[in-house]
């Protein structure tokens, strides 16, 4: 019985076979076949987009279709197959996206099967929420999830190179400003320059209303947990062609899973009949610019 939920579509036409999704999804419903990346059952895919943010090609976004539930119990099937490694990494990503109906279902089926739950102290096959992550050489906590956004880490108090003063002047200059609630026809977009910046990003960088926000429009997105991204696209497009906006700047966090908010404006882009010039910047985690170029053509 097919229902609607989320589901990963991939277009075929832009990926290249690179494989670099394959690792970021636990549950293994991707696999290279004949060049191309395939969705190989509805089952197994979560529609959570862990593998999203990996895909140079922006050949992967998440859709709501029909499609066959979810079975968790077939993915821990397939979970098993791979070992102790594998299992820990799958749990530990229905953890940190807050799936416990999906995450009790699998400890079950472990408890079935005989098999020590990896996340448990001491290796006991209960008491899942007791999981202490691993430590890193830096003294960072490790989640072994597919997402690398969900590390866990102490920063100790340090501050980035993009720390600003303490009292900083608000350099907003509109309401509202999540993609999903803005208006590409707003008087304010006209010809503007737009800063498109991932949600987290304002908290990592320090001096961002100074340095990125000031003279600017805003809107801002998440491109792992938002809804309904088809309509970013599309807003993206009208502030590039409707608005005529005269840059674009697109500001993410060091995370794969950030590259989506890029992959959108790529896409735009490439639908576009007026090009406008883009700059993407990326911020690490600690608040230093790690990485900024304009895009070519």
Request: proline share 5%; net charge neutral.
């Amino acid at each position: 019985m097919n229902i609607k939920r989320k589901i990963i579509k991939i277009d075929e036409e832009k990926c290249d076979g690179c494989g670099l999704c394959i690792p970021n999804c636990p549950e293994g419903a991707l696999q290279v076949i004949d060049g191309k990346a395939r969705l190989i059952s509805d089952l197994l895919c979560d529609g959570l987009g862990a593998c999203i943010g990996e895909c140079p090609k922006g050949a992967i976004e998440v859709e709501e279709r029909e499609a066959g539930k979810y079975d968790e119990r077939k993915v821990m099937e397939n979970m098993m197959k791979k070992g102790k490694n594998t299992i820990k990494a799958h749990l530990s990503h229905l953890k940190d996206h807050g799936q416990a109906e999906f995450l009790k279902q699998a400890v079950d089926f472990l408890k079935e099967k005989g098999v020590a739950d990896p996340l448990a102290e001491g290796g006991h096959r209960s008491q899942v929420t007791t999981h202490k992550p691993e430590k890193t050489g830096n003294g960072g906590e490790v989640s072994p999830c597919g997402c690398p956004g969900a590390r866990e880490m102490s920063f100790d108090g340090a501050e980035g190179e993009g720390a600003g003063p303490v009292k900083v002047m608000s350099r907003l200059r509109q309401w509202p400003v999540q993609l999903q609630l803005v208006s590409p026809l707003a008087p304010y977009f006209k010809k503007a320059d737009v800063l498109l910046a991932a949600d987290c990003v304002a908290y990592a960088y320090g001096n961002f209303h100074n340095e990125f926000l000031k003279g600017k429009a805003l809107a801002i997105a998440c491109p792992k947990l938002d809804e309904n991204q088809e309509s970013y696209l599309e807003k993206i497009k009208s502030l590039i062609e409707d608005a005529g906006i005269n840059t674009l700047t697109v500001l993410t966090m060091e995370v794969p899973c950030c590259m989506g908010l890029l992959n959108l404006v790529k896409l735009a882009l490439r639908n576009c009949a007026r090009k406008a010039p883009v700059k993407h910047v990326i911020i690490g985690l600690q608040g230093a610019i790690k990485h900024e170029e304009w895009l070519s053509d």
